[in-house]
């Protein structure tokens, strides 16, 4: 079955604790993105990929970093979290940017205190 | 300013009922899609348009490229559609821009 898989779907953290929410595409997509998602603002891009090795910054990337080593990993790092990454997260791939149908994981609900 | 602007921002309606969700934009783009996100959280694309109509079920969207404009349309609706819907458009080059949602709920 084609799917994006994220882990975890929810994670409780303190405010320093590096993380890493883990996103895989079985797809063989070139295109993968994360997006935040908050109340009163919708969707917002974080980092996006075209390819490995490829990363680049979307619209709030301050605070995260990605890695793309291989075509269908694209971890998210929080290296020091804060009560304001309070969100739920969202990984999606497709097969080139954004001219393809996107498929996204099923969410990731992570809480900073 | 909201590149995308969709309405209404919440709709409720009875089952049976034919709903209509529209997305307006300000750039000049090379597709858009429609997203459906159900209160369990998770999201998936309904369609990708770059011109005319799609149909599939009893989901139609349409699309004029000159107006800037996009309708989902549901015809019969029913309580399983109560889900946010979501717009988003693609410029060449650029990130998908996100509207900020419709929220439909359909009572029985």
């Known amino acids: 079955e084609a799917q994006v898989t994220q882990n975890p779907r929810y994670l409780i953290t303190v405010t320093g604790k590096k993380l890493t929410v883990t996103c895989s595409q079985n797809?063989?997509?070139?295109?993968m993105s994360w997006y935040r998602q908050d109340p009163g603002l919708g969707l917002r891009q974080i980092y996006y990929s075209m390819n490995v090795e490829v990363t680049d910054k979307g619209d709030v990337p301050e605070g995260y970093k990605v890695s793309r080593k291989e075509k269908r990993n694209f971890p998210l790092i929080l290296e020091s979290p804060s009560p304001n990454q309070t969100s739920l997260y969202f990984c999606a791939s497709s097969i080139i940017s954004g001219n393809t149908e996107a498929f996204f994981g099923q969410g990731t609900r992570l809480t900073v205190v | 300013k909201n590149e995308v602007e969709q309405s209404p921002q919440n709709l409720t309606a009875q089952e049976g009922e034919f709903i209509t969700i529209n997305c307006s934009y300000s750039v000049g783009i090379s597709a858009l899609h429609w997203l459906q996100q159900h209160p369990g959280g998770g999201i998936v694309s309904l369609f990708m348009l770059s011109s005319g109509k799609k149909k599939h079920g009893r989901l139609i969207a349409t699309i004029n490229i000159q107006e800037k404009h996009s309708s989902l349309h549901i015809t019969a609706s029913h309580p399983r559609d109560s889900a946010v819907y979501i717009c988003a458009v693609y410029q060449a080059g650029t990130a998908l821009i996100f509207g900020k949602g419709t929220t439909l709920s359909v009572s029985s």
């Open positions: 797809m063989n997509h070139e295109y």
